[in-house]
């Protein structure tokens, strides 16, 4: 079905400004290579620079959503967007590694707001949500890609002070698309709230606990689960894929011996990924989402506990693997999003998409050092294990979301519930 005029000039927006989020977060750890040579600092003074930039990234989602739910969605992603493009454009005339924390710890405020603004503004503005927000999940998955390539393509040819600079263009086009597009950022709401994008919100305690005494609890409590396993796999696949027996011996093309064919398969999940996203956001409007969200997590059970097996099992099977896992672990993403969505208020929606990458980034990183401290002192297999049993926590949390009252769902996603209860 061909998206209606407002739902495309939404897509296209939220497009860019996903893509370009995650084209400077990826960046970022190339760029801290050089600056180790730089500025002559230690691995550790580093880690603290970068660190300053990524933990706003995560904690800040809160705020911003409180933002978005004051102003409106389109306002803040303008100014996540500028904000990033100056902070890196920045770094181009940072003459020590403490002015290059402080462009970092602006890019970190600034790309904050952008995930709760740009799902909040696909939720209220866009008919065909599950559509748009499989490509916009596509667009992020590029910039991903795209980042890191960028980035390391343009250090063979030029100063990494020029590449900064460089790297800030898509920021700009991306801030003169925004500034020139034309939409109704509440076209899927049946009635505007009183106070969209205007002043005398109620308490951010108050809106809190109002949506912590919904089906919004559980929402919440699957987003950061997904948070767990997304990046207790993404984290440390790389290198577990480069250790694993079926990869040694396998000789590379001329001119690229020294990357890992572990990173090409990384690379393919990522790719894999993009057609999961727009599979799943397609199957949103097919199937109520809590069901699909049990469906999806019972796979990322099983994919965890076969790892190891299937480990041994050859080249082949692992690029199987990496295909599969790599599908499904990014076709949860239309369907949490979907389920904010459904579950609760138009006029709360920032603050709720808040909440959710506050529980993605924030509390998902957790397990970052509990996946490390598993691989460390423990082995491979309880690394899986455990990431199995974060999938099955899914399962069951996700399964009790069925049973749940819509509660604050909008009148159509209810209905919609209801109907597909009915078949």
């Keep these: 079905m061909e998206l209606a005029s407002n739902d495309r000039s ?23 290579v050089v600056w180790l040579d730089a500025f002559d600092v230690s691995v550790a003074v580093i880690g603290l620079v970068v660190a300053l930039g990524y933990a706003p990234f995560g904690l800040g989602a809160l705020p911003a959503g409180v933002l978005v739910d004051r102003f409106g969605p389109k306002q803040p992603i303008l100014w996540c967007l500028t904000g990033m493009s100056l902070s890196f454009a920045a770094l181009a005339v940072a003459p020590s590694i403490y ?28 008919e065909d949500r599950g559509t748009v927000f499989a490509w916009h999940g596509i667009a992020g998955n590029l910039g991903i890609a795209l980042g890191p390539f960028a980035t390391a393509t343009l250090l063979l040819f030029f100063e990494w002070q020029l590449v900064a600079l460089a790297l800030a263009v898509p920021g700009v086009v991306a801030t003169a698309y925004g500034l020139s597009a034309d939409f109704d950022s509440t076209a899927a709401v049946d009635d505007t709230p009183d106070d969209a994008g205007g002043s ?34 993404l984290t ?59 469906v999806v997590f019972g796979a990322l059970a099983v994919l965890a506990v076969v790892f190891i097996p299937v480990s041994g099992l050859g080249l082949v099977a692992v690029l199987v693997y990496c295909a599969v896992l790599g599908f499904t672990l990014f076709a949860i993403e239309p369907f949490y999003q979907e389920a904010v969505a459904v579950y609760t208020p138009a006029d709360s929606r920032g603050l709720s998409y808040g909440y959710t990458y506050l529980g993605m980034f924030g509390l998902g990183a957790l397990n970052i050092s509990f996946g490390g401290f598993l691989l460390e002192y423990l082995s491979l297999t309880a690394f ?4 199995s049993v974060i999938a099955v926590a899914g399962t069951a949390v996700a399964w009790r979301l069925i049973t749940a009252p819509v509660g604050q769902a909008a009148p159509a996603a209810e209905a919609d519930a209801a109907s597909s209860d009915d078949d």
């Design 10 to 32: 939404i897509a296209a927006f939220t497009m860019l400004g996903h893509g370009v989020v995650h084209w400077f977060e990826l960046a970022i750890p190339i760029l801290l």
């Design 99 to 126: 002015a290059v924390a402080l462009c970092l710890l602006a890019w970190g405020i600034a790309a904050s707001v952008y995930h709760p603004a740009g799902l909040a503004l696909i939720s209220t503005g866009v």
């Design 200 to 233: 005398g919100r109620s308490s951010l305690v108050s809106d809190s606990k109002s949506l912590f005494a919904s089906s919004f609890l559980l929402v919440f409590s699957i987003v950061t689960i997904v948070g767990l396993y997304y990046r207790g796999v």
């Design 236 to 294: 440390y696949l790389p290198e577990i894929l480069q250790g694993l027996p079926a990869m040694a011996g396998v000789a590379l093309p001329a001119g690229i011996e020294e990357l890992s064919l572990g990173d090409y398969f990384y690379v393919g999940l990522l790719v894999a990924g993009m057609a999961g996203q727009y599979v799943a956001g397609k199957l949103t409007r097919r199937m109520p989402v809590a069901r699909g969200l049990v």
């Design 384 to 387: 899986f294990l455990s990431l």
